[in-house]
């Protein structure tokens, strides 16, 4: 079983200090839940998780599957089963989904076996209806550009059924409910909760309860000053909703 395991992670841009000493495991199977403020590093640990080149990592290891995926390009993170959906995804005029995921899928296995000549149109037209169908998703979709005139729900649905497609082994979800209302964040929690398998560990980054209450966590953690200063079950997210995070600031006096 795949787990991606961060330790003691130092990382900041433009000589700014944001993550101090990140510690956290997550296993295929598990969905984790990692909540905090604005401005504590979350979404920073999700960008430097996948690699993003304006944020340097100055202490620590992140080892997935027994590489030290720091060394790694984004390219090679995705490949070796790892998966990020944006908090707000990027609009693609003129390339379909259907055309972005196709072209994706064929990416990946020409760089795992270069005589690869990709998945073939009617192979990859039943698998797509396949995920949409278990999405629960009107096919229209598929010829749509990615993103273009999608709304705040439709952008995080393409999103879902990109990781639907490509089938990573750990998915990133940053902030997956930003911008959402509530029946776009109940349909794109069912998308979620749909591909949860022991094959798939999910980390979701949240600022609210509420996404919650639709994708169950096993383990919920806290992050304030750059690190994660509090672990526990689902009764964690709850506290904070009638708490605040006041009681954390108070016996953290580093944090933010």
């Known amino acids: 079983m795949s787990e991606i395991v961060i330790s003691n992670l130092h990382a900041g841009i433009d000589g700014k200090e944001i993550l101090m000493g990140v510690d956290l ?29 304006k944020y340097e990592v100055t202490q620590g290891e992140v080892y997935f599957k027994g590489r030290n995926i720091l ?14 959906a944006f908090q707000y995804p990027v609009a693609i005029p003129g390339v379909s989904v259907a055309n972005f995921l196709r072209t994706a899928i064929n990416s990946r ?19 797509l209806k396949e995920r949409m169908d278990l999405l629960k998703m009107d096919h229209v979709f598929a010829g749509r550009y990615l993103n273009e005139g ?6 995080k649905r393409a999103e879902i059924l990109q990781m639907a497609a490509l089938q990573p082994e750990i998915a990133i979800l940053d902030e997956t409910d930003s911008g959402l209302d509530i029946d776009a964040l109940r349909i794109v929690s069912d998308g979620v909760n749909t591909l949860r398998s022991e094959s798939l560990g999910v980390l979701v980054i949240t600022h609210y309860q509420r996404i919650l209450n639709y994708i169950k966590p096993e383990f919920v953690h806290i992050m304030l000053g750059g690190r994660i200063v509090e672990s526990g079950g689902p009764e964690l997210a709850l506290t904070l909703e009638k708490q605040g995070y006041d009681w954390l600031r108070e016996r953290e006096p580093i944090s933010s």
């Open 25 to 53: 495991t997550v296993k295929q199977g598990e969905i984790h839940a990692l909540m905090g403020p604005n401005g504590t590093g979350k979404s920073t640990l999700a960008y430097i998780l996948m690699g993003h080149p």
């Open 71 to 84: 060394d790694l390009e984004p390219d090679e993170r995705s490949r070796l089963g790892l998966f990020l």
């Open 109 to 127: 296995r020409k760089a795992e076996n270069p005589d690869d000549k990709g998945i073939t149109i009617p192979e990859f037209r039943a698998m």
């Open 150 to 155: 999608f709304s705040g729900g439709e952008k």
